[in-house]
């Protein structure tokens, strides 16, 4: 979890023990041939260093922060392919692409001006060939494929910019309410604010890019798959397709994910394992991120380190285990709102502040989501019966709430003691 590897800030660095621990090494060091290609947002280290033996497409560190989307490498290939991209552009605009976004007639999103075949994701997937074909023959692999998309800015290439039907987009139940009932820092945050010039035909349109950019991936995904079977290696590969979040996508009127959206739209992610050897099936119970190294380990055999906050799910691959976990937890902080400014520092979590920090707890059960707010209102939402979280409950469902927050302070006593001593006390609703 954030607490224990202290990446408590998308450029805050890994604790120094860790830079070359992890998921990479444990399958380096039982004999595989590791290698990491695509994004990678993990401050204070890299892939090389934390263990895989061969990398591509692996973003510009500038400034000490790792920056998703510009990667030097295709810069220059766009660049030879004929593309003008805007210099120090994070997002590796053309000056065409600042422009269409900024048209207040379709504010937020526009048609990428790089084709299809030259687009970032694309040219990751023949990044991702390229290092599978040097993969040794002796020697079984793991590999990642990290892209970017779908992820602001909102511009697919043609044709996935008009390729789903706008007719057919239903805007979230909770787009109706709109966020009023939300807490005063989450109506103040930019995530309403700077969508707030979107009307109803808007939100449609915009949603309609960002499901043309999870198209797009889709499409890159097939394209690994058919190199698989091309290898032959698709039926003695384990498939695993997942995100790191999710975007609200309209949801109470909001855009993107952020530290203060512990809503079921940015963290309830997708996750599909395919095993050559297993049957189909759909499980419901709740897992976390944490639990995917342990279960990859095992599902290959190698062995499990001791001390992860993860716990294996191997046996609900493909089987009929159900009860997984009785809750899943996230966590966001902001030391002193000073996230944004890190530069791949490491920080102790010791030194968090209630006073001079802020973090964010929620925890979600079968029926329930419980989130606390360390600057702000606890919600509690119900999500049987409110499955779109539009009412908060938290000042009627007492009992409920102490539950969730004795839970809570006993996942983050080691670390946030303070913390814990204040979920521990009756809640300020």
């Not at 224990?4 to 805050?12: A, E, I, K, S, Y």
């Not at 692409?97 to 526009?110: C, E």
């Not at 706008?166 to 109706?176: C, D, E, N, V």
């Not at 960002?210 to 032959?232: F, H, T």
Request: glycine letters at 8%.
């Amino acid at each position: 979890m954030p607490r224990h590897h202290d990446v408590l800030g998308n450029w805050r660095g890994i604790r120094p023990d860790l830079r070359t621990a992890g998921i990479g090494s444990w399958f380096s060091e039982a004999g595989y041939h590791s290698f990491y290609v695509g994004k990678w947002h993990v401050p204070g280290t890299d892939p090389t260093t934390m263990g895989f033996s061969d990398t591509a497409a692996i973003p510009a560190v500038i400034e000490g922060k790792d920056r998703g989307r510009y990667i030097e490498d295709y810069r220059d290939f766009a660049s030879a392919a004929g593309y003008e991209l805007l210099p120090g552009s994070l997002e590796n605009l053309t000056a065409a692409d600042q422009l269409a976004l900024r048209d207040p007639r379709s504010p937020h999103r526009a048609t990428a001006a790089i084709s299809r075949a030259d687009y970032l994701e694309t040219w990751q997937t023949g990044q991702f060939a390229q290092v599978l074909d040097r993969t040794p023959d002796d020697q079984p692999w793991f590999g990642i494929c990290s892209y970017n998309a779908p992820h602001f800015p909102l511009l697919p290439p043609a044709p996935f910019d008009t390729l789903i039907d706008r007719s057919q987009i239903t805007l979230p139940p909770s787009w109706a309410t709109g966020y009023e009932s939300l807490p005063p820092q989450v109506k103040r945050s930019h995530f309403a604010r700077d969508f707030a010039d979107l009307d109803e035909d808007g939100w449609r349109d915009a949603i309609a890019h960002y499901l043309g950019l999870v198209a797009l991936v889709d499409d890159q995904v097939g394209a690994i798959v058919d190199l698989l079977r091309s290898r032959g290696e698709l039926d003695r590969t384990i498939i695993v397709f997942t995100s790191d979040h999710g975007d609200m996508m309209g949801a109470h009127r909001l855009m993107e994910k952020g530290h203060l959206l512990h809503y079921e739209e940015a963290v309830h992610i997708p996750l599909i394992i395919r095993h050559p050897d297993a049957g189909q099936s759909t499980c419901d119970g709740l897992v976390s991120m944490v639990d995917l190294a342990p279960t990859l380990l095992e599902l290959a055999g190698v062995t499990v380190p001791g001390g992860l906050d993860g716990r294996s799910f191997a046996d609900a691959v493909g089987g009929t285990t159900r009860t997984l976990r009785e809750f899943v937890t996230a966590e966001t902080l902001l030391w002193n709102h000073d996230s944004e400014n890190a530069h791949g520092e490491h920080k102790d979590p010791s030194t968090f502040s209630l006073v001079e920090d802020e973090i964010n707890l929620s925890i979600r059960n079968p029926t329930h989501r419980y989130i606390y707010r360390s600057q702000g209102h606890d919600e509690l939402f119900d999500l049987i019966a409110d499955p779109a979280e539009t009412v908060n409950l938290a000042s009627t469902q007492k009992m409920l709430v102490a539950g969730c927050r004795q839970t809570l302070a006993d996942e983050v006593c080691d670390v946030f003691p303070e913390v814990a001593d204040t979920l521990r006390a009756p809640a300020a609703l």
